[in-house]
């Protein structure tokens, strides 16, 4: 929740001067950075495009992504359109490809970056560490409270939990976590109890009147 949020926090907000109404390209809007700049994006009023795999297309779209691009079926260098922040959480964009995605004005933030990116990164670009500031997490602890009021009623946020014993219901209505237990693991499955019920991981099911999929 608080490592992800804060990065993505900290490149949109500082970095990226973020504000409504921008175009903002995530990619890899499924990872734990990547999720939290969709929902930060979209709750700032930006448009947002997340760069993902298509068995991630339901995810993004849930915390907001207006568009979804499947990296497997198109490439980077084959997207026409431009944005004003292109954030690359993924490390495969380099400075010339990331730039060519960048409107008149844009930001191209590199939150995975290699050290020679990272010397090289001024003007439109802008790589390096992102602070852990206590001011930081509690705003975004303040919009997982939020999360049922504004214009993202209903939406979730900050939903990647790395506690092995928690799985996290994901989906339109509240956030949801509960303590599971692991029942086993085969090649397809993994089986939790879930407050005395088996369910499968990406199984649908509704805890303490919030409703998602099942992910550990």
């Not at 010397?119 to 802008?126: I, K, Q, T």
């Not at 109890?193 to 990406?202: C, E, F, I, L």
Request: hydrophobic share 45%.
């Amino acid at each position: 929740v608080l490592f992800g949020g804060t990065v993505a926090l900290c490149y949109l907000r500082d970095k990226g001067r973020l504000r409504s109404g921008m175009r903002v390209l995530v990619n890899g809007g499924s990872g734990a950075v990547g999720t939290a700049a969709v929902q930060l994006a979209r709750h700032a009023g930006a448009t947002v495009t997340a760069v993902t795999s298509a068995a991630n297309a339901e995810l993004v779209t849930a915390l907001g992504a207006t568009q979804v691009i499947d990296y497997r079926r198109q490439p980077l260098d084959s997207i026409d359109e431009r944005f004003d922040i292109v954030l690359d959480t993924v490390g495969n964009l380099d400075l010339a490809s990331g730039r060519r995605l960048l409107a008149d004005g844009g930001r191209l933030l590199l939150a995975v970056a290699s050290l020679g990116q990272m010397l090289r990164a001024r003007g439109d670009v802008a790589a390096g560490p992102a602070p852990e500031r206590v001011a930081d997490m509690d705003e975004l602890l303040a919009l997982v409270e939020q999360r049922a009021a504004g214009p993202d009623k209903g939406r979730a946020f900050f939903l990647e939990f790395a506690a092995k014993q928690l799985v996290v219901a994901r989906g339109l209505g509240k956030p949801c976590v509960a303590s599971a237990q692991k029942l086993e693991v085969d090649e397809e499955q993994t089986l939790f109890s879930v407050n005395g019920r088996a369910v499968r991981q990406g199984e649908w099911i509704t805890i303490d009147g919030g409703s998602g999929r099942v992910f550990a």
